[in-house]
């Protein structure tokens, strides 16, 4: 069967959903706990419990100074974003971070270079994200570019971490594809909220998120210039 025809291509899509706990086993856990966090705060707790654990969990300067591992670790198992109200544009940061990041290229660094390392790229995006933003905040206040609320924003969910596999994922596409899918990357967060510019800077999670790619992208270059080296030396391993 060729598998460029209309059978082939639902054949092979039904193949990857079907074997996909096997072969990304943790990004599938992930996905997991991250869909029954979301159902148990949406709808399990009472609003005020609920606004009380993201307030408790976001990556604020206040929470970074107060209890930081909670609020780096907690807010790496909310998403912020919505499944049900499809025409708004949380819907569409949900289709992107938890869809397009963590189903597709979060599973994609899994499989091509096995889940340990795909949890220290995905944490280290998400941790190295926020605390490179909150440098650009701290500075941001001591020239008066953000306001003084800004230590008590709310601001959790996986989105840096998906930023920083999107990045990464540059190295899947065709080489053809890489400066539209690179574009995307960047464009998305100005496109979202990259409109509001309280100062010289943007709004500090489009900041976040810009960090957050040009983790990925360093990455990317990285295992390029890898290969590249072990390709050159003839090493076991580099075709």
Do not use: K
Not at 30 to 41: A, E, K, Q, R, T
Not at 45 to 69: G, W
Not at 91 to 115: D, N, Q, Y
Request: charged residues 15%; hydrophobic residues 50%; glycine residues 10%.
């Amino acid at each position: 069967m060729n598998a460029r025809t209309p059978r082939g291509l639902l054949t092979g899509a039904l193949h990857a959903v079907r074997t996909y706990p096997r072969r990304s086993p943790l990004t599938f856990g992930y996905v997991v706990l991250l869909l029954l966090g979301h159902v148990w705060v949406e709808s399990v707790l009472a609003a005020d419990r609920a606004d009380a654990l993201r307030d408790h969990i976001s990556t604020n300067l206040d929470n970074l100074h107060d209890h930081p591992v909670t609020a780096l670790f907690g807010s790496a198992l909310l998403f912020d974003g919505t499944l049900t109200e499809v025409l708004s544009t949380g819907f569409g940061s949900t289709l992107i971070t938890l869809g397009l990041g963590v189903c597709c290229c979060l599973a994609w660094t899994e499989r091509r270079h096995g889940s340990l390392r795909a949890a220290a790229v995905f944490l280290g995006g998400h941790i190295g994200a926020t605390l490179l933003t909150a440098a650009v905040i701290l500075l941001a206040l001591r020239h008066g570019w953000y306001p003084q609320d800004v230590r008590q924003a709310s601001d959790y969910g996986i989105s840096y971490g998906a930023q920083t596999v999107l990045a990464l994922a540059t190295l899947a596409v065709p080489r053809w594809a890489r400066l539209p899918w690179a574009a995307f990357v960047l464009a998305w967060p100005l496109a979202g909220g990259g409109g509001e510019w309280p100062g010289p800077l943007p709004e500090f999670t489009t900041v976040g998120h810009l960090l957050a790619a040009a983790l990925g992208f360093a990455l990317a270059a990285a295992v390029t210039l890898t290969a590249s080296r072990r390709r050159r030396s003839g090493a076991p391993g580099s075709a």
